[in-house]
């Protein structure tokens, strides 16, 4: 079990990536901004790789409990529109990543950026989007998907594209209700209208 001092190290990290981008993230930093005393995150991660990875383990927690938050139990949407259900689960959850979690959000495209220079990162990067593409595979082949693999990507893309507008784009943060309606329309393309598979 991670212990709170290796808790708030990797939070701390987290965070300065928001605020300060890969530059701005280093031991010495961080024990800082931690109020530790100096040396406590080299023993907790030796390596600047070390301490990378630290952050990564410890935001794509947060992100899979932040995810976990939206998920309807079966019993509550039973008879429900599958396509609604799935729109509203999704839009709840990327309202949160711009908003309660914009910062790790920030934190996140920072850690995505340097894993294409350091393929020990890349490695563990694409491991943990794995964990987030299968869900929504799964979702779009229990609503009827003909290719849920090819739906899924295309889900993911279509997400990861409105929150990279909304952070680091032109457009403003749209609401939640914005966001649903957009994910019903993408979704009912898919499963009802042209998104079969070629």
Known sequence: MISPRATLIADTAITLLAERGMRGLT??????????????????ARTRAALLETTLARLTELEEAAYALTLVPAQETEGADP????????????????????VRTLARYELALEANRRPE??????????????PAEHMLAAAGSPDPVRHGRQLVAYAEGLIFDAIAGAGATPTQAELQAG??????GMLRGGGAAR
């Open 121 to 134: 990162l890349r490695v563990i990067y694409d491991r943990a989007g794995a964990r987030f593409r299968g």
């Open 183 to 188: 994910l019903r329309d993408l979704l009912d």
């Open 27 to 44: 031991h010495r930093a961080v024990d800082e901004a931690a109020g530790l005393p100096a040396g406590s995150t080299s023993n907790l």
């Open 83 to 102: 396509i609604r259900v799935m729109a509203d689960m999704i839009g709840r959850l990327l309202h949160t990543q711009l908003t309660d979690g914009r």
